[in-house]
């Protein structure tokens, strides 16, 4: 018995070893062939480039594809703003109801507002010309913004500009209205400066009497939402730009009423589509943020 034990253990580790040496290779090369197969793909310049460019492929289709569906958006409401321009007398109704709602409120008088304004040449040229030509640039640079630099924010915001646009132009078609500046009492701003895109060509594609809701506004309060919602986690100086970006609404809202477009009302519709967009859609896509941002993990300390 003695025997037999120390026989097995003398012998059990040579057996062992007998067997490893025994073995097929099979293992053992496929392992190695796959870390070096890999390995080569990871260094091979070939490889890098053909990966690189399949990347820059899928990019320029997600790219024509949102520029698309943008351009199809902007088409549609421009087009539906055409159709709902022809109901003139009931426009110039709501607007004088609207009018008298505005002083049951006790809202500020914006022709009053108007004629301070217009007291200084440069503030009504400046007030133009925000209204003429920062809305739909700025508007378009967030979003492009977005998609490059913040692409798990972009669906969100592009969500809820699709839904308020659309239904801006439901209660264009429904509601009419004519903006103040062709209300008695106030001054079309932008015709005596040369700088209203209601004029010349604009006025041949332009609603006149879709004062509501104000769309100015409503997707300034959009973009200032967007920039803090993904810079309110961000570095002290990225949060005071976070909060500085809000001055654009605020702007917009005070170049509508200075250049008679929009009554005050027009920019509280265009916040309550807002608010009802962000309650019926999904916030910001955290799964496409979690592709995006892969966390480093923590070193190992040898024991």
């Known amino acids: ?29 496929a392992s190695v062939t796959g870390v070096g197969t ?9 490889a890098q480039a053909a990966a690189a460019k399949a990347r820059r492929m899928r990019t320029l289709k997600d790219a024509a594809r949102e520029l698309f569906l943008v351009a199809l958006l902007f088409g549609v409401y421009k087009l539906g703003r055409g159709l709902a321009s022809g109901e003139t007398g009931t426009a110039f109704s709501n607007a004088k109801q609207l009018l008298t709602m505005q002083k049951d409120l006790r809202l500020p008088d914006e022709a009053a507002i108007q004629d301070w304004f217009m007291q200084s040449h440069a503030a009504v040229t400046f007030c133009n010309k925000y209204y003429a030509y920062v809305h739909f640039p700025a508007t378009v640079a967030f979003l492009l913004w977005l998609w490059i630099r913040h692409r798990e924010h972009y669906k969100w915001v592009r969500n809820i500009l699709a839904m ?4 801006a132009l439901i209660i ?12 008695p009492g106030f001054t079309d701003t932008g015709m005596d400066a040369g700088d209203s895109p ?49 001055l654009h609404p605020a702007i917009t809202l005070l170049v509508v009423v200075v250049t008679a477009n929009h009554y005050w009302m027009d920019a509280v519709v265009a916040v ?17 943020q979690r592709g995006l941002i892969r966390p480093i993990p923590a070193p190992r300390i040898a024991r």
């Open 38 to 46: 890999s390995d080569r793909a990871a260094t091979d310049p070939a």
């Open 1 to 29: 018995m003695g025997d037999l034990v120390r026989r097995n253990v003398t012998e059990g580790p040579s057996h062992e070893v007998d067997r490893r040496e025994q073995a097929p290779p099979t293992t053992q090369a």
């Open 172 to 183: 264009h078609i429904l509601v009419p209205l004519a903006p103040p500046r062709k209300m």
């Open 164 to 167: 308020m646009t659309g239904a």
């Open 198 to 246: 209601y004029s010349g060509a604009g006025a041949k594609i332009a609603n006149q009497f879709a004062a509501m809701p104000s769309l100015h506004v409503g997707w300034a309060v959009v973009v200032a939402l967007g920039v803090a919602a993904v810079w309110h986690t961000a570095g002290s100086g990225r949060k005071v730009a976070s909060w500085a970006v809000w």
């Open 272 to 288: 309550l589509l807002m608010i009802f967009a962000l309650a019926v859609l999904p916030g910001p896509d955290r799964a496409t």
